[in-house]
């Protein structure tokens, strides 16, 4: 979600707004008019996000309401509410951390609310691939940070690691961590803070993990470990040793701190399955009991089972 702001201090801007919002479309009156020169200020460089506000400059739809205006991009160390409130903007475009500034009595005003859906956007290198119809049948890896796969890589590794654990008769551990109220995190500080966030636990479960084992993105706030000869006990002591290091983590964020917990559920080749899919469901299982049980804990899939049971067993 993004705002679209300005300095409650300028009034005669919201003035020529509200006006040109009631306007009549290409009226005599507005295409005669000098324009009024108008800044607004983005929170990212050009990009498809603000594609409305392209499009309403080359078609015109701006100077037919007399307003002259340009848009500028993004650059490192200026916000957006402190170009509006400084003056170097007339509006700016912000996200939810504008509660903060209200909060702080910045004075500053939410003028529209809008909801958006990002697309997705493939991109390749070389000439390997010249159209999406090229893509058919082919496997596409989508990576969002260096250092995570995606879940298709997942898949194929898991299959293999099995496979391997199978025949040379060790046992292997599925781990599914999932950072606690991060959705809070994302809403109070802004979609900035929680990808900063985000990539610091993921260098955090890199950087404690064995040669063999792999990290992996699996949603929004979700990372999936695969501990190749691993015992179900072992995975629980790494685990443990995870949420201890993400309890203490703090990641600065401009001016602030941002904390959160994990909680973590843990599958084991063969005792709690033995193909993917089963190892996944049930280590996701034992994950959802995991934040039922009051959120930044460990659970084993045994564990889940019981759970399981004792909420469809009828009461004594």
């Known amino acids: 979600m993004t705002c679209v702001i300005f ?14 919002a009631v306007a009549a479309p290409g009226s005599a009156a507005a295409e005669t008019r000098a324009l009024k020169p108008l800044t607004l200020q983005l929170n990212w460089k050009h990009q498809f996000q603000f594609a409305g ?31 509006v409130l400084s003056g170097n903007a007339e509006f700016g475009v912000a996200a939810s951390e504008l509660a903060l500034r209200k909060g702080r009595g910045d004075p500053l005003m939410v003028l529209a609310v809008i909801l958006q859906h990002s697309p997705l956007v493939l991109i390749a290198r070389g000439t390997a691939v010249q159209s999406l119809h090229e893509l058919l049948g082919k496997r596409v890896m989508l990576m969002r940070h260096e250092t995570e796969h995606n879940r298709r890589y997942l898949d194929d590794m898991l299959e293999r690691e099995l496979s391997r654990a199978r025949r040379h008769g060790y046992p292997l551990s599925m781990v599914l961590v999932d950072l606690d109220n991060f959705k809070t995190l994302n809403d109070t500080y802004g979609h900035q803070a929680g990808d900063a966030y985000l990539q610091a636990v993921a260098a955090l479960l890199s950087d404690g993990v064995r040669a063999g084992d792999m990290v992996c993105r699996w949603g929004g706030e979700e990372f999936a470990l695969v501990l190749p000869n691993m015992s179900l006990k072992d995975a629980q002591q790494r685990t443990e040793s995870w949420l201890a290091k993400v309890r203490a983590l703090r990641v600065q964020f401009g001016e602030f701190e941002l904390k959160t917990t994990l909680s973590a559920g843990i599958a084991a080749y063969p005792d709690n399955g033995r193909a993917p899919t089963d190892l996944i469901k049930v280590a996701d299982d034992a994950l959802y009991e995991a934040k039922h049980a009051g959120r930044d804990c460990v659970r084993l899939a045994a564990e889940a089972s019981r759970a399981s049971v ?7």
């Open 53 to 83: 506000y392209y499009i309403a400059i080359e078609k015109g739809y701006y100077r037919r309401e007399g307003l002259d205006v340009r848009l500028v991009e993004a650059q490192e160390g200026r916000d957006p509410a402190d170009e």
């Open 7 to 20: 300095c409650i201090r300028n009034a005669l801007a919201l003035a020529v707004v509200l006006t040109a």
């Open 310 to 316: 004792a909420q469809v067993a009828p009461r004594a």
